[in-house]
């Protein structure tokens, strides 16, 4: 069975840091774009960041350029997201996906950027 | 960076209505348009991809049409199940960018 499981989310002060971890299953993530999608509480969903399949191309949301980094471990078939000097703007539900236009969605992971 | 405009932002509809929900890109996106459900409290669900293309395992009365800068997701005939939020998405330009959302409620 395909799946992906988002997890490391939690309560951090701002200017704070979190690495958000996914774990894929039933297919390699390094044969597929991986991306991040968030939503704030109430709100809409707002695409963060993806990965290439080759790992060499990245591309995030102006938001988070400079302070996030999507990464990926072949050997773990995991993918990552590494939030640093975190806002209260970043607080939201953080889903991992499979695919360019997300064919397969993580069950979220909460994170909340609060003092 | 692309918009990607909604409407209508909510609508209300009885089971077995035809339902018709637009999407329109600030610019041409070719075919690269996405629409997504989403029910409260889960993750969004692909439902389409390519502009009229269906993931596996969902059904045919949803369909997708539009080409350029307006897009359309069509419920053919509005089951119990479909009451949700629906989104559209392109994929032509990062960042890649979602439309504000269709809130389909019971009438």
């Known amino acids: 069975e395909v799946q992906l499981v988002e997890s490391g989310g939690g309560l951090v002060q701002p200017g704070g840091s979190l690495r958000l971890s996914c774990a894929a299953s039933?297919?390699?993530?390094?044969?597929?774009?991986m991306t991040w999608v968030r939503q704030a509480p109430g709100k809409g969903l707002e695409w963060v960041a993806n990965?290439?399949?080759?790992?060499?191309?990245?591309y995030y949301v102006d938001s988070v350029k400079g302070r996030f980094t999507i990464s990926r471990d072949n050997a773990k078939n995991s993918l990552y997201l590494q939030m640093n000097n975190l806002r209260a703007e970043d607080t939201a539900v953080y889903y991992c996906g499979r695919g360019t236009a997300v064919a397969v969605w993580g069950q979220g992971t909460t994170v909340t950027v609060s003092s | 960076d692309i918009q990607m405009t909604q409407s209508p932002s909510s609508l209300s509809a009885s089971v077995g209505d035809r339902v018709t929900i637009t999407c329109r890109a600030s610019q041409a996106i070719k075919n690269y348009l996405a629409w997504f459900q989403q029910k409260p409290g889960e993750a969004p669900k692909s439902l389409i991809y390519?502009?009229?293309y269906l993931q596996s395992g969902v059904p045919s009365r949803f369909s997708g049409s539009g080409s350029g800068t307006d897009f359309t997701l069509t419920i053919s005939s509005l089951q119990p199940e479909d009451f949700a939020t629906y989104y559209c998405q392109q994929c032509d330009a990062y960042p890649f960018t979602f439309g504000g959302g269709t809130r389909v409620e019971i009438k």
């Open positions: 039933g297919f390699t993530v390094s044969t597929y774009t």
């Open positions: 390519g502009t009229i």
């Open positions: 990965i290439k399949e080759d790992g060499s191309d990245k």
